[in-house]
C-alpha cells in the first residue's frame, strides 16, 4: 500500500451514475445495502441527463412549439415570428437539469449511498483505483458496472470543445445558431437535434450511409416523417457518405460520394451522429474476468452477471438498445440480484420513442422482424385521418401499426407515428407484457375523442367492427 493512501471497503460499489447505475445504487440501498456510488460527475444523471435524453427532449420541446404556432394559421390564429434568444434557452435547458440531478443527488444522500466524485479504474476483481478523487482505492463485496456509452466518431475526425465538428454533446451546448448544419447520421439523434436546429432557424443538410432514415424501425412508421422533414430541412441525402471534413476556419469544408448532385460542399456546422461506443476501455478491465463482445460490449447473462462472478454490469455498456429505460430496469434486476433475489432481465419488450415531429414510437416485433423469422402474423394499419382527436389537432400525419400472431390473435407488435407517440405506446408495451390479444384492446373501452382510440380501433380493424372502417376492408383502403 502506498503510504498517505485513502482506502475504502463498500458492499456494492456503482461505477457510473448514469440512469442504470443511480437506480442499482438507489435500489441496493433500499435493500439494506451499504453501496458507494462512483461517477466522474458529482451528482448523479449521467449521459442521459447531462448531454442525452433530458437536455435534447427540453429542446425538442421548444421546437415542436415553433413548429406548431407556424402550423395554425390556416386554422385562423396567427403568431408573430418567434423570437429566439439563446442565452435564455440556454439557461432553461440548464435550469431543468440542475433541478433533476439535484432531487438525484438528494435522493441518493437521503437513502445513505455515498455519492463519490471521481473515475475509477479497476485493479483486480475486488477492488478500484480512484483517480481525481479524496478517496484513492475502494474495495467492494460486488461491483455493478454502469459507465455507459459515448458518441462515435469518423475515423480521424477528433471532436474539439467549441469545434464546428460536434457530437451530440457539443450540438446540445448550443453554441450558436449556424446558418448550415451537416448531420451526419439518419439515426435518431441525428433527427432529433436536426429537428431542434431547424426550428431554430438553420438550414439542414442530412446525409445518411444507408439507403432509409431510422434504419432499424419499420419503414410504414418512418414514411410520415421522412415526409415531414424533407419539408423543414434542406436536404436529404440517403445511400450517401462523407469522404471528408475538414474544418477551415469559420466553415467545414466537406466531400460527399454517394447520391448527390454537388459532392463538395461547406457548411458552419456539422453534427457527426453516426452511433455509440462502450466505456469498456480504460477501465482496467483486463485485470478481472469481465469479457466483452468484439464491439468491446460487455458480456451478461439475464441476471445482469458478467463473467466475473463479482462484478455485474448493466445499461449502454452491455449492449443495444442503448435506451436510459432499459439501463434503470437492469439496473435494479441487479442490485436485488445482489441480494440473492429470483430477479431477471426478461421483459418481453422495450418501447423505443424517436420524438421528432410527428413522433415515433414502437415495441415488440416488427413485421420486418417477423417475416425473417418466418412467422406467421398479420397485421393492420390504421391511419390517423380516421381518428377524430388527430383531426381536431390538425395531426393526421400519423399511423397506429398492430402486429398479432395470425393464429391465436395473440399481439405482438404495436408501431406508432403521430402526436404523443411516446404516450400511447406504453398501452402496447403493456398489452404485449400482459398476453394480451386483439379482443382485449378492442373490449377495453378508450375515452373518446383521444388518439388512444386509434389502438382500440386498430384491433377492431382486424376483427371486423371499427365503425371508422367499412367490414372486410383494411384500415389504410378507407377514409371517411
Ligand atoms: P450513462 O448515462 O452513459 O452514464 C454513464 C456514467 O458513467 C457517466 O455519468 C460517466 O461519467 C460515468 N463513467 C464512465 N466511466 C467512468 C469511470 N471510469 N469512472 C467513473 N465514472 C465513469 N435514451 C432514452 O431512453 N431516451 C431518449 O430520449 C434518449 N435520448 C438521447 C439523446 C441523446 C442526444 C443521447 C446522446 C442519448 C440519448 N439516450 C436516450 C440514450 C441514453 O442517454 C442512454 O441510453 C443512457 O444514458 C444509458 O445509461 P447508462 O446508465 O448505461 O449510462
Not at 432509409?212 to 419539408?231: F, M, Q
Not at 471534413?245 to 460520394?257: D, Q, S, W, Y
Not at 458478467?306 to 430496469?329: N, Q, W
Request: proline share 4%; net charge negative; aromatic share 4%.
Amino acid at each position: 500500500m502506498v503510504m498517505g493512501e485513502l482506502i475504502q471497503e463498500t458492499d456494492v460499489l456503482v461505477i457510473g451514475a448514469g440512469p442504470g447505475g443511480y437506480s442499482a445504487a438507489f435500489r441496493a440501498a433500499d435493500l439494506g445495502l451499504d453501496v458507494t456510488l462512483l461517477d466522474m460527475q458529482k451528482r448523479p444523471g449521467g449521459e442521459c441527463l447531462f448531454q442525452g435524453c433530458i437536455p435534447s427532449k427540453t429542446l425538442l420541446n421548444l421546437a415542436e412549439l415553433i413548429h406548431e404556432a407556424r402550423r395554425t394559421e390556416f386554422m385562423g390564429v396567427t403568431f408573430d415570428q418567434p423570437r429566439i434568444d439563446l442565452g435564455k434557452i440556454r439557461a432553461w435547458k440548464e435550469k431543468v437539469i440542475d433541478r433533476l440531478a439535484n432531487g438525484l443527488f438528494t435522493l441518493g444522500e437521503k437513502r445513505g449511498v455515498q455519492l463519490l466524485k471521481g473515475q475509477g479504474v479497476f485493479e483486480g476483481s475486488d477492488r478500484v483505483r480512484v483517480y481525481n478523487s479524496e478517496i484513492s482505492q475502494i474495495k467492494f463485496r460486488r461491483a455493478v458496472l454502469a459507465t455507459g456509452s459515448r458518441p462515435k466518431s469518423l475515423p480521424g475526425i477528433e471532436f474539439k470543445q467549441n469545434g464546428r465538428i460536434m457530437n451530440s454533446a457539443g450540438a446540445l451546448a448550443l453554441t450558436d445558431i449556424p446558418e448550415s448544419l451537416l448531420v451526419i447520421g439518419g439515426g435518431y439523434i441525428g433527427l432529433e437535434l436536426g429537428t431542434v436546429y431547424a426550428s431554430l432557424g438553420s438550414r439542414i443538410t442530412l446525409v445518411e450511409t444507408q439507403n432509409r432514415l431510422l434504419p432499424e424501425v419499420d419503414p410504414d412508421l418512418v414514411l410520415p416523417l421522412k415526409e415531414r422533414l424533407s419539408k423543414i430541412f434542406k436536404a436529404i441525402h440517403l445511400s450517401t457518405r462523407v469522404l471528408s471534413l475538414n474544418e477551415a476556419g469559420n466553415r467545414v469544408e466537406t466531400i460527399f460520394g454517394g447520391d448527390v448532385d454537388t459532392p463538395d460542399q461547406t457548411f458552419d456546422r456539422v453534427l457527426v451522429a453516426i452511433g455509440r461506443q462502450p466505456n469498456s476501455d480504460g477501465l482496467g478491465l483486463n485485470t478481472t474476468k469481465v469479457s466483452m463482445d468484439a464491439n468491446g460490449f460487455v458480456v451478461v447473462d439475464e441476471q445482469q452477471r458478467t463473467s466475473d462472478e463479482r462484478i455485474l454490469a448493466i445499461g449502454d455498456v452491455t449492449g443495444s438498445p442503448l435506451l436510459a429505460h432499459k439501463a434503470s430496469h437492469q439496473g435494479k434486476v441487479a442490485a436485488e440480484v445482489i441480494v440473492g433475489k429470483p430477479s431477471a432481465f426478461d421483459a418481453q419488450v422495450i418501447p423505443a420513442v424517436v420524438y421528432t415531429d410527428p413522433q415515433i414510437a414502437w415495441c415488440g416485433l416488427t413485421e420486418e422482424e417477423a417475416r425473417k423469422q418466418n412467422r406467421s402474423i398479420r397485421v393492420e394499419r390504421y391511419p390517423w385521418k380516421l381518428s377524430g382527436r388527430a383531426t381536431s389537432m390538425n395531426a393526421v400525419d400519423g399511423l397506429t401499426k398492430i402486429i398479432v400472431d395470425a393464429e391465436t390473435l395473440r399481439v405482438l407488435g404495436f408501431g406508432i407515428t403521430g402526436r404523443n407517440a411516446e404516450g400511447l405506446i406504453s398501452e402496447g408495451a403493456l398489452a404485449i407484457e400482459m398476453g394480451a390479444q386483439l379482443e382485449d384492446l378492442a373490449l377495453t373501452i378508450h375515452p373518446h375523442p383521444t388518439l388512444s382510440e386509434t389502438l382500440a380501433e386498430t384491433a377492431e380493424i382486424f376483427l371486423g367492427r371499427a365503425a371508422h372502417v367499412l367490414p372486410g376492408r383494411r384500415g389504410d383502403a378507407n377514409g371517411p
